[in-house]
């Protein structure tokens, strides 16, 4: 709101069961593409909350040294191949990671995190038929939020059971309630395990919501307040820590303890970042290929 993000934001809030549940599931090795809706997996994959923020603010300690903004971060260090602004344009640079896995013997697992609205995209398709027929180790996310901007999933496919494209390129699929993240986990576990004994790409349909519009500043005047409202009651930060209270394996008082250590995390990185300096002018055609 105070304008130092440039361009638009858009949030993760809503989503975070997939990307806590399928990150915990992987190695740090195993490679990841995500989209501008991206930071829920950059933090969950093990990136840095201050260079995020950095990059966030287009500042010089961002992991694109302050040139790729909120839609373009990458992290080769934890296996972050890069956010996408191009809905859909992340998952084949996906299978070119898994083919990259697979030829080397390195034993990594290429995830591609996209939308329900990629799946209308020509390339998802030809990843999906690539992927299946070189039998890849690689695992399609699809983070299906029943929208595509403002555009609702059954006023744009016939069939909006997307998993049943999974059968059409010969690919295991399965559907997974992605607000439960231990869910998300499992599904993820063993999808991981089929990719590394060589048994092809598994593709996960993650029914979720984004409880947020879908940018900074959306009025929200094609969804209901009342159906936000049914998908706020079943918010996965919720439901995981009334899991972890009645099944004792937390306590209110340390929930509490773990979230001021975060918060404050959180804000100190936030502070931290606003302080970082903006990349130089001659800066400009470094970096650039
Ligand atoms: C190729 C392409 N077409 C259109 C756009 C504009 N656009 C940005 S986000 C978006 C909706 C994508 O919806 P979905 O894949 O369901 O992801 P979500 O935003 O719901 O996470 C569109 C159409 C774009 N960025 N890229
Ligand atoms: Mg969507």
Known sequence: ME????????????????????CSALAREDTITTTYRGRGQHLAKGASAYRLFA??????????????????ICDLETGILGANGIVAGGISHSVGAALTAQM????????????????????????????????????????NNLYAEMTPLSSYVKNARLVDRAAAFGMVGEVVDGNDVEAVFRAVQSARTRALDGRGPTFLEMMTYRLHGHMLG??????????????????????????????????????????????AELASAAERARASLEPGPETILEDVL
């Open 3 to 22: 304008g130092l993000v440039g361009g638009s934001y858009h949030s993760y809030v809503g989503q975070e069961a997939v990307a806590v549940g399928v």
């Open 55 to 72: 990059e966030l603010l287009g500042r010089v300690d961002g992991y694109c040294k302050g040139k790729g903004g909120p839609m373009h």
């Open 104 to 143: 080397s013997g390195s034993r990594q697992v290429a995830v591609a995190f996209f939308g329900d609205g990629a799946v209308n995209q020509g390339v998802f398709s030809e990843a999906m038929n690539l992927a299946a027929l070189w039998n890849l180790p690689m695992i399609f996310v699809c983070e």
């Open 218 to 263: 959306d009025p929200e005047t094609y969804r209901s307040k009342e159906e936000v409202a049914e998908w706020r009651a079943r918010d996965p930060i919720v439901r995981w820590k009334t899991h972890l209270l009645e099944s004792g394996l937390a306590t209110e008082g340390r929930l509490a303890e773990l979230e001021q250590t975060l918060d």
